[in-house]
Antibody, heavy 123, light 107 residues
Protein backbone atom coordinates (compact mmCIF):
# COMPACT_ATOMS: atom_id res chain seq x y z
CA UNK A 1 0.00 0.00 0.00
CA UNK A 2 1.31 3.43 -0.95
CA UNK A 3 1.54 5.51 2.20
CA UNK A 4 2.83 8.87 3.40
CA UNK A 5 3.05 9.65 7.10
CA UNK A 6 3.89 13.14 8.33
CA UNK A 7 5.31 13.99 11.72
CA UNK A 8 7.02 16.84 13.54
CA UNK A 9 4.17 19.31 13.90
CA UNK A 10 3.40 21.08 17.14
CA UNK A 11 3.02 24.38 18.96
CA UNK A 12 5.82 26.87 18.42
CA UNK A 13 6.28 30.53 19.28
CA UNK A 14 6.52 33.20 16.59
CA UNK A 15 10.08 33.31 15.28
CA UNK A 16 10.66 29.69 16.19
CA UNK A 17 11.57 26.66 14.09
CA UNK A 18 10.27 23.18 13.37
CA UNK A 19 11.29 20.33 11.10
CA UNK A 20 8.55 18.28 9.51
CA UNK A 21 9.19 14.78 8.23
CA UNK A 22 7.26 12.58 5.83
CA UNK A 23 7.96 8.86 5.70
CA UNK A 24 7.10 7.11 2.46
CA UNK A 25 6.36 3.46 1.85
CA UNK A 26 4.81 1.24 -0.81
CA UNK A 27 6.53 2.90 -3.77
CA UNK A 28 10.05 3.68 -5.00
CA UNK A 29 10.45 7.02 -3.26
CA UNK A 30 13.64 8.04 -5.11
CA UNK A 31 11.78 8.02 -8.44
CA UNK A 32 9.20 10.67 -7.58
CA UNK A 33 9.02 14.39 -7.07
CA UNK A 34 7.37 15.36 -3.79
CA UNK A 35 5.55 18.40 -2.46
CA UNK A 36 4.30 20.05 0.70
CA UNK A 37 0.85 21.64 0.67
CA UNK A 38 -0.72 23.39 3.65
CA UNK A 39 -4.21 24.27 4.77
CA UNK A 40 -4.90 26.95 7.34
CA UNK A 41 -7.84 26.31 9.69
CA UNK A 42 -11.10 26.57 7.75
CA UNK A 43 -9.29 27.69 4.60
CA UNK A 44 -8.32 26.25 1.24
CA UNK A 45 -5.20 24.51 0.00
CA UNK A 46 -1.92 26.36 -0.52
CA UNK A 47 1.09 24.87 -2.28
CA UNK A 48 4.26 25.40 -0.23
CA UNK A 49 7.20 23.68 -1.90
CA UNK A 50 8.25 20.91 -4.29
CA UNK A 51 11.41 18.90 -4.83
CA UNK A 52 12.37 16.68 -7.74
CA UNK A 53 13.40 13.04 -7.38
CA UNK A 54 17.14 13.62 -7.02
CA UNK A 55 16.70 16.60 -4.74
CA UNK A 56 18.73 18.84 -7.04
CA UNK A 57 15.78 21.08 -7.97
CA UNK A 58 13.40 22.78 -5.58
CA UNK A 59 10.69 25.43 -5.74
CA UNK A 60 8.94 27.52 -3.09
CA UNK A 61 5.89 29.70 -2.71
CA UNK A 62 6.77 33.37 -2.25
CA UNK A 63 5.10 33.28 1.18
CA UNK A 64 7.74 30.87 2.52
CA UNK A 65 10.78 31.56 0.34
CA UNK A 66 13.87 32.22 2.45
CA UNK A 67 12.23 30.79 5.58
CA UNK A 68 11.38 27.19 4.65
CA UNK A 69 13.70 24.55 3.18
CA UNK A 70 12.56 21.34 1.51
CA UNK A 71 14.90 18.36 1.34
CA UNK A 72 14.84 14.61 1.03
CA UNK A 73 16.86 11.56 2.01
CA UNK A 74 16.23 8.91 -0.61
CA UNK A 75 18.17 6.33 1.41
CA UNK A 76 15.64 6.79 4.23
CA UNK A 77 12.54 7.26 2.03
CA UNK A 78 11.90 10.52 3.86
CA UNK A 79 10.90 14.03 2.84
CA UNK A 80 11.59 17.01 5.09
CA UNK A 81 10.45 20.59 5.49
CA UNK A 82 12.50 22.88 7.72
CA UNK A 83 10.37 25.77 8.95
CA UNK A 84 12.25 28.81 10.29
CA UNK A 85 11.16 32.30 11.36
CA UNK A 86 7.63 31.04 11.85
CA UNK A 87 4.71 33.46 11.80
CA UNK A 88 1.13 33.18 12.99
CA UNK A 89 0.01 32.92 9.36
CA UNK A 90 2.03 29.70 8.98
CA UNK A 91 -0.46 27.95 11.27
CA UNK A 92 -1.90 25.12 9.21
CA UNK A 93 -2.10 21.42 8.56
CA UNK A 94 0.91 20.51 6.44
CA UNK A 95 0.41 17.70 3.93
CA UNK A 96 3.12 15.73 2.21
CA UNK A 97 2.14 14.62 -1.29
CA UNK A 98 3.59 12.49 -4.07
CA UNK A 99 3.83 13.69 -7.66
CA UNK A 100 1.79 11.69 -10.16
CA UNK A 101 4.74 11.49 -12.56
CA UNK A 102 7.76 9.21 -12.37
CA UNK A 103 11.46 9.59 -13.05
CA UNK A 104 12.05 12.55 -15.34
CA UNK A 105 8.35 12.92 -16.06
CA UNK A 106 6.99 15.52 -13.68
CA UNK A 107 3.30 16.36 -13.61
CA UNK A 108 3.19 18.63 -10.56
CA UNK A 109 -0.13 17.41 -9.37
CA UNK A 110 -0.44 15.02 -6.47
CA UNK A 111 -1.91 11.54 -6.55
CA UNK A 112 -1.10 10.40 -3.01
CA UNK A 113 -1.42 12.52 0.14
CA UNK A 114 -0.53 11.95 3.76
CA UNK A 115 -2.98 12.70 6.56
CA UNK A 116 -1.08 15.82 7.55
CA UNK A 117 0.66 17.23 10.60
CA UNK A 118 -0.54 20.34 12.41
CA UNK A 119 1.69 23.35 12.98
CA UNK A 120 0.44 26.04 15.37
CA UNK A 121 2.38 29.27 15.71
CA UNK A 122 1.31 31.17 18.78
CA UNK A 123 2.74 32.82 21.87
CA UNK B 1 1.11 33.88 -10.65
CA UNK B 2 -1.96 32.23 -12.16
CA UNK B 3 -5.05 32.93 -10.08
CA UNK B 4 -7.64 30.15 -9.98
CA UNK B 5 -11.21 31.22 -9.23
CA UNK B 6 -13.89 28.66 -8.38
CA UNK B 7 -17.62 29.24 -8.42
CA UNK B 8 -19.93 29.03 -6.71
CA UNK B 9 -18.38 28.98 -3.24
CA UNK B 10 -21.22 26.79 -2.02
CA UNK B 11 -23.55 24.61 -4.04
CA UNK B 12 -26.69 23.16 -2.46
CA UNK B 13 -27.85 20.06 -4.28
CA UNK B 14 -30.31 17.27 -3.54
CA UNK B 15 -29.12 13.64 -3.72
CA UNK B 16 -29.56 12.30 -7.23
CA UNK B 17 -29.32 15.72 -8.83
CA UNK B 18 -26.58 17.01 -11.10
CA UNK B 19 -23.87 19.35 -9.82
CA UNK B 20 -21.79 21.62 -12.02
CA UNK B 21 -18.71 23.30 -10.56
CA UNK B 22 -16.62 25.92 -12.36
CA UNK B 23 -12.96 26.83 -12.25
CA UNK B 24 -11.46 29.76 -14.12
CA UNK B 25 -7.76 30.52 -14.63
CA UNK B 26 -6.45 34.07 -14.94
CA UNK B 27 -4.40 32.93 -17.95
CA UNK B 28 -4.32 29.82 -20.07
CA UNK B 29 -3.19 26.61 -18.38
CA UNK B 30 -3.88 24.47 -21.46
CA UNK B 31 -5.22 21.16 -20.11
CA UNK B 32 -2.94 21.18 -17.09
CA UNK B 33 -5.78 21.29 -14.60
CA UNK B 34 -6.73 18.81 -11.89
CA UNK B 35 -9.61 18.43 -9.48
CA UNK B 36 -9.46 17.17 -5.91
CA UNK B 37 -12.17 16.18 -3.48
CA UNK B 38 -11.73 16.80 0.24
CA UNK B 39 -13.97 15.57 3.03
CA UNK B 40 -13.79 16.95 6.59
CA UNK B 41 -10.74 15.76 8.49
CA UNK B 42 -9.29 14.02 5.44
CA UNK B 43 -6.56 14.89 2.95
CA UNK B 44 -7.50 15.79 -0.61
CA UNK B 45 -8.16 12.98 -3.06
CA UNK B 46 -7.24 13.26 -6.74
CA UNK B 47 -10.35 13.02 -8.92
CA UNK B 48 -9.52 14.35 -12.38
CA UNK B 49 -6.24 15.11 -14.14
CA UNK B 50 -5.49 16.53 -17.55
CA UNK B 51 -8.77 18.43 -17.20
CA UNK B 52 -10.87 15.41 -18.17
CA UNK B 53 -9.28 12.07 -17.19
CA UNK B 54 -10.63 10.32 -14.14
CA UNK B 55 -8.07 9.08 -11.64
CA UNK B 56 -7.97 5.41 -10.71
CA UNK B 57 -11.06 4.31 -8.85
CA UNK B 58 -13.08 7.47 -9.45
CA UNK B 59 -16.70 6.71 -10.35
CA UNK B 60 -17.92 7.51 -13.85
CA UNK B 61 -20.45 10.02 -12.49
CA UNK B 62 -17.52 12.45 -12.15
CA UNK B 63 -16.47 14.16 -15.36
CA UNK B 64 -14.22 17.07 -16.19
CA UNK B 65 -14.11 19.32 -19.21
CA UNK B 66 -12.54 22.48 -20.51
CA UNK B 67 -9.19 23.85 -21.60
CA UNK B 68 -7.38 27.15 -21.59
CA UNK B 69 -9.03 29.22 -18.88
CA UNK B 70 -12.47 27.68 -18.33
CA UNK B 71 -13.03 24.31 -16.68
CA UNK B 72 -15.98 22.37 -15.34
CA UNK B 73 -16.39 19.46 -12.97
CA UNK B 74 -19.74 17.70 -13.29
CA UNK B 75 -21.17 15.16 -10.90
CA UNK B 76 -24.02 13.58 -12.83
CA UNK B 77 -26.07 12.18 -9.95
CA UNK B 78 -24.95 13.15 -6.48
CA UNK B 79 -24.50 10.37 -3.96
CA UNK B 80 -24.29 10.89 -0.21
CA UNK B 81 -20.53 10.33 -0.27
CA UNK B 82 -20.03 13.14 -2.79
CA UNK B 83 -20.88 15.94 -0.38
CA UNK B 84 -17.49 17.52 0.14
CA UNK B 85 -15.27 20.42 -0.90
CA UNK B 86 -13.80 20.37 -4.40
CA UNK B 87 -10.62 22.17 -5.41
CA UNK B 88 -9.09 22.80 -8.80
CA UNK B 89 -5.32 23.17 -9.21
CA UNK B 90 -3.28 24.32 -12.18
CA UNK B 91 -0.04 22.46 -12.84
CA UNK B 92 0.98 24.46 -15.90
CA UNK B 93 3.37 26.91 -14.30
CA UNK B 94 5.03 27.93 -11.06
CA UNK B 95 3.88 28.64 -8.49
CA UNK B 96 1.31 25.86 -8.41
CA UNK B 97 -2.02 27.40 -7.45
CA UNK B 98 -5.34 26.12 -6.17
CA UNK B 99 -8.80 27.56 -6.44
CA UNK B 100 -10.58 28.59 -3.28
CA UNK B 101 -12.84 25.55 -3.36
CA UNK B 102 -16.53 24.79 -3.88
CA UNK B 103 -18.44 23.20 -1.03
CA UNK B 104 -21.14 20.84 -2.24
CA UNK B 105 -23.76 20.54 0.48
CA UNK B 106 -27.01 18.70 0.88
CA UNK B 107 -30.04 20.75 -0.06
Amino acid sequence: EVQLVESGGGLVQPGGSLRLSCGASGFTFRNYAMSWVRQAPGKGLEWVSSIRDSGAWTSYADSVKGRFTISRDNSKNTLYLQLNSLRAEDTAVYYCAKDAGSGTVYYYYMDVWGKGTTVTVSS
Amino acid sequence: EIVMTQSPATLSVSPGERATLSCRASQSVSSNLVWYQQKPGQPPRLLIYGASTRATGVPARFSGSGSGTEFTLTISSLQSEDFAVYYCQQCNSWPLTFGGGTKVEIK
